[in-house]
DNA sequence: CTTGACTTTCTTACACCGTAAGGACAGAGT
DNA sequence: ACTCTGTCCTTACGGTGTAAGAAAGTCAAG
């Protein structure tokens, strides 16, 4: 009968979602209890009755993103550095849709169930090429941790600065960094060139 | 004649070792203002004399430390794999020696001109190898990324939760996981062993 | 010595933050 | 009808970064 019903409703995957969506779209310094709590319609504190605190808040994102990346590492046991290679670029795409995030899954080791499934399943499909599990899981290590370095910078949300004077800076005393500016680095052609670079480096020299 | 001299004599770099020590003691969390205040003996809005903002005293951390690693690229041009590895450990082992710093290294782009000119001369020892501006960037650039990358997951110091329980996670479900946590994987040791493996594959890939 | 300009420091204040404590109210089970 | 349980709000506390301006120390010129 009420028009404006009493109960929001509210569950901890909505306000993990509706926290992602304001990260997504205003950054992490715009994300607050009271804010994120006027965007449901809600007062800060009842916040506190899906979460603890706002650190699980920040690993519920955290948890959201690495979820949705689902690797498949099915196939014959030879081919590992390509799959290696597809979770390497799904994890990025994935990352770069929530630049926001980046820095949250920097810091913070994802321990949820589906993460661990990902890397345990990572972890198998290298053991079946005869790769023992404490290397497999250094070299899953190494590419993951190579595409979180690469988004960080890519995305360098830099929280805190006024402004982002772009490229303003005097490279006359340094040729060869001029020289690789004016070759095109730093164009979002060159980030994605960037990865290709290492992580091809990276996947080839692993293979020994 | 006055004991307690009313004047403290800041400087910004003062104000800056101030800053850095309080980090590395306490860590970032706890690097306030006002504390950073107190511990020059001095109000917080007294601070603004020698850094227009918060975010400017956290880019001047980043500054000391990345300043800290002077890479010496001196040496026949056919030994860059050499070099740029002497560069990538000393790199880590400072980053290492201020844990709180880490984050703010890999959010935000060292711009001073020391870190300016450390690159520089990278690329510049490359393009002795016949290497191009451009590519000698991003090889210096995956470099400096990985290292960053592995310290980052290496000092974990995820910020806000009350406590870290350890590792009470159940692995029952991830028999390669627990064969490789059995197998020692994240001790000390295995940091040192997973940087080596990702470094050592990185370079010997990139010679092509 | 006095004066006045300058630099350095402190005081006060504001808006915002995370969250502890407890009260108001709805709907379900007895 | 009555209590119970879960949802939501109100109030409050101590913390944050920092804007505005008053006060006090320093130093050179008159």
Redesign the interface.
Known sequence: MNATAKRAGLTREKVLGAALELVDRDGIEKLSMRRLGAELGVEAMTLYHYVP???AL?DGLVEQVVSAVRPDFDGSADEWPARLREFAVAFRDELLRHPGVI?LV????A?S?TA??A??DA??AL?EAGI????????V??VS??V???C??EA???????EQPGDD?D?T?????A??VA???GSPA?HQ??FD??L???????Q?
């Open positions: 605190h706002k650190a920040l820095p920097a810091t913070r080791p321990r169930a661990l499934l890397v345990e972890a198998a053991g023992g599990p404490v290397q497999a899981l250094r070299i290590n190494a941790t190579l979180i370095g690469h960080l910078a360098a949300t830099t929280p805190g600065h006024p800076l490279l005393a340094f040729p060869t960094l020289a690789a070759g095109g680095l060159d060139a960037r670079l290492a091809d480096a990276l996947l080839t020299g692993l020994a």
